[in-house]
């Protein structure tokens, strides 16, 4: 980050977008000869049309894809709605029922409980004590009317993972949908969506280092998930998602996820050793301890709680020195506790006193220090004007 900036904590968010995206961006946008419509037939729409599958290739390849079997949409929240509403809702009469868990990201919650008003039965699930789904508790929650599972790869608070390939077979063996929001994880884990017996999988550009506004989903080929569409006009993306595509934005997308795939070799662990470094340092402001089990995990989350100190207040405290969250971003409006550390079993005061630290492709250890310095700092001076005894009635 620049000189003055705060340090950016806040991966997880969003990544800011990479320098090499925005000039490949900048160039499509400028260029006269890529300023046609994909779907026209003159020239300007071809020359557009094949930067448009150049990019398709590309973010395929980071899921182990075939370039046919991507969706462009509007980003992760479509593709999840699309894949959620459109599969359950094509499944037919006789399959009314989907199985999620407690702390799916807001889309995936929101798009379920839309469907319960449909009359469809939910089955929703509790997470286990490190914050992942237990499959056990899957395959005893699959009917013969189950029309689709859906869950996350990655959470997007505590970075737990789910075991994908092994749900994916249950799903298989059941002859159940089975979508995967990765929206946290593609390009900052390794996926295989064949292995994994994905049929559907939803992901985006801006957690990668890619612009905003612009997302995929992955529809398994054969067999090939029945799925309705949200929109409606021109047929575009083989008839599921209408509106003329954004050149320039899957352009983007296309290079993000290119340089995540290159970075897979080494970034995964790079960034888990700068989160083990921030965590050491934390300890330093004991009593702290960290919501779910770093490990196996996303690698680089980091949900810690200091007790006595009210995650919001701490925010304050730090703010313009550093950008963190105190949950997901889409719940950041309301005052409302996490209700996925809740659904760990965390108490509001405990949730409250929590704060999501996420880190990156430009996370250096020099900020990591200057991170852990500011952060054991604030949380010493906000604990020194508590009471007595209130971190032990806080904790």
Not at 188 to 206: F, P, R, T, W
Not at 252 to 271: D, H, K, N, Q, S
Not at 345 to 368: F, K, N, P, V, Y
Not at 371 to 380: E, F, I, N
Request: aromatic residues 4%; hydrophobic residues 45%; charged residues 20%.
């Amino acid at each position: 980050m620049a000189d003055g900036a705060p340090i950016y904590l806040d991966y997880a968010a969003t990544a800011p977008l990479d320098p090499r995206v925005a000039d490949l961006m900048s160039e499509c946008l400028r260029d006269p000869t890529l300023q046609g419509n994909p779907a026209s037939a003159h020239a300007p729409g071809r020359a557009a049309a094949a930067r448009v599958e150049l990019a398709r290739g590309q973010v395929a390849r980071l899921i182990g894809a075939p370039p046919g079997s991507i969706v462009f949409t509007s980003g992760a929240t479509e593709s999840v709605n699309l894949a959620i509403l459109g599969a359950a809702r094509a499944a037919g009469s006789d399959k009314r029922h989907v199985v999620t868990a407690r702390t799916e990201h807001r889309a995936a919650l929101d798009a379920c409980r839309q469907l319960e008003r449909e009359g469809f039965a939910l089955s929703w699930l509790a997470p286990r004590s490190d914050g992942s789904a237990d499959p056990g508790q899957i395959a005893a929650a699959l009917r013969p009317d189950t029309a689709l599972v859906s869950l996350m790869h990655a959470n997007n608070e505590t970075g737990a993972i789910n075991d994908i390939a092994a749900i994916g077979r249950l799903c298989c063996e059941r002859g159940v949908a089975f979508h995967v929001d990765a929206a946290q994880s593609a390009g900052k884990l390794l996926i295989d969506v064949e292995q994994m017996g994905v049929s559907l999988l939803s992901y985006c550009a801006h957690k990668l280092g890619g612009p905003k506004g612009v997302g995929a989903l992955y529809l398994k080929h054969r067999p090939r998930p029945a799925l309705q569409p949200l929109q409606f006009g021109g047929g575009h993306e083989r008839g599921l998602r209408a509106g003329s595509l954004a050149t320039h934005q899957i352009v983007g997308f296309g290079l993000a996820c290119e340089l995540a795939r290159a970075g897979l070799a080494t970034e995964p662990a790079r960034i888990r050793a700068l989160r083990e470094r921030l965590w050491a340092g934390l300890q330093a402001a004991a009593p702290v301890a960290c919501n779910g089990v770093a490990e196996p995990g996303l690698p680089g989350i980091l949900n810690v709680r200091f007790p006595g100190v009210e995650g919001e207040s701490l925010l304050f405290a730090l703010d313009g020195r550093l950008a963190a969250s105190s949950g997901s971003a889409c719940s950041s409006a309301t005052a409302e506790p996490s209700y996925v550390l809740r659904a760990l079993g965390l108490s509001d005061l405990a949730a409250q006193a929590s704060l999501r630290l996420s880190l990156g492709r430009e996370t250096t250890e020099a900020e990591i220090d200057r991170a852990t310095r500011l952060l054991v700092s604030c949380v010493r001076r906000l604990r020194a004007v508590l009471p007595a005894g209130a971190i032990e009635r806080l904790a």
